[in-house]
């Protein structure tokens, strides 16, 4: 009777608690995979990679499954009394009050680091997956804040609907990314630079395979005409500055595949990261605003 007594503590205990945990992990996941990705550019440890594989597949696992349990959580909460409880201009004692806050954080957190979009080559092809699941994931968000339009605060509704914002920011850039990163979106990007390459220095080159003319054909001989001179010459074909060329090449091409690089850097890219930056900005001086004024009610109490 007692071990049975212990167990259903355990268990209570462990239903009490079990979002926080879980948040807490989510966020954990995310602070790794943030120095992880940028470990994984310059290393190639078999532990980090392994770690760092088991952390990108457990993050978006552990956030959609909180988010889940906390739209679970807000529709099994006891109703609050409105008439008491919704005109007043501090928050009560609830100590669910925060869960309005949490669901777009969990957003926020599916939306992943700029450090790694991809942890494979094969992830960047499963982008409209992403793009479903945010649909899905958006619309918890958006249950879990029309269920606490009557139970929570406009300080904190605020402050939830712009980091629901930003979590759609943070998601659509990932997908984006992802698309950018698959065979589709290099095969766009790449038929677009070669085409502005032939604009700009007339060579004629063209991603579709069709016969050159000879005058094309004897123009790329000429551009590779030195370093077959270099060779009877007994000069060295590669330097050091053609290593680092290298290096920064491959730096490159690695942010193209498994980063968001390529989303900051366009102009639309630019303008999304001010927007998120400013809502999270905003979100942050209205949870404030209402700590003070939660804390002066408190004290005249």
């Known amino acids: 009777m007692a071990e049975a007594s212990k167990f259903i503590t355990i268990m209570q205990l462990f239903s009490d608690w079990e979002i926080h945990v879980l948040i807490l992990l ?3 996941l995310q602070l790794f995979l943030f120095f992880s990705g940028s470990l994984r550019r310059r290393h190639d440890h078999r532990l980090l990679r392994i770690m760092t594989w088991l952390s990108y597949l457990s993050a978006d696992f552990t956030a959609a499954y909180a988010l889940g349990l906390l739209s679970r959580e807000v529709a099994t909460t006891s109703t609050i009394d409105n008439n008491d409880d919704h005109h007043k201009s501090v928050p ?14 969990l957003l926020i957190h599916l939306g992943g680091q700029d450090t790694v ?23 918890l968000v958006v249950y879990v804040l029309w269920k606490w339009v009557t139970l929570s605060y406009y300080q904190l509704l605020i402050s939830a609907a712009l980091l629901f914002v930003d979590g759609i920011i943070k998601y659509g850039e990932r997908i984006w990314a992802l698309k950018l990163g698959s065979q589709e979106g290099l095969r766009s990007s790449t038929s677009t630079e070669a085409k502005k390459a032939s604009l700009q220095f007339g060579l004629g080159f063209s991603t579709e395979r069709k016969e050159q003319t000879y005058q094309e054909i004897v123009r790329y001989a000429l551009l590779r005409e030195r370093g077959v001179r270099d060779i009877f010459a007994g000069r060295k074909l590669f330097d050091m500055d053609d290593f680092k060329r290298a290096e920064i090449e491959l730096s490159i091409m690695y942010d193209s595949l498994y980063t968001k690089s390529r989303v900051i ?4 890219g630019a303008i999304l990261r001010c927007v998120s930056f400013a809502s999270i900005v905003v979100a942050f001086v209205f949870y404030v605003k209402l700590m003070v004024s939660s804390s002066a009610y408190a004290e005249k109490k």
Request: glycine residues 2%.
């Open 26 to 28: 989510s966020f954990c």
């Open 92 to 105: 009560s004692e609830t100590p669910h009050q925060l869960m309005v806050l949490w669901a777009p954080f």
């Open 117 to 139: 979009t991809a942890f494979s080559l094969e992830d960047n092809e499963l982008w409209l997956r992403h793009l479903l699941m945010l649909l899905g994931q958006a619309c």
């Open 265 to 268: 850097q366009t102009r639309s």
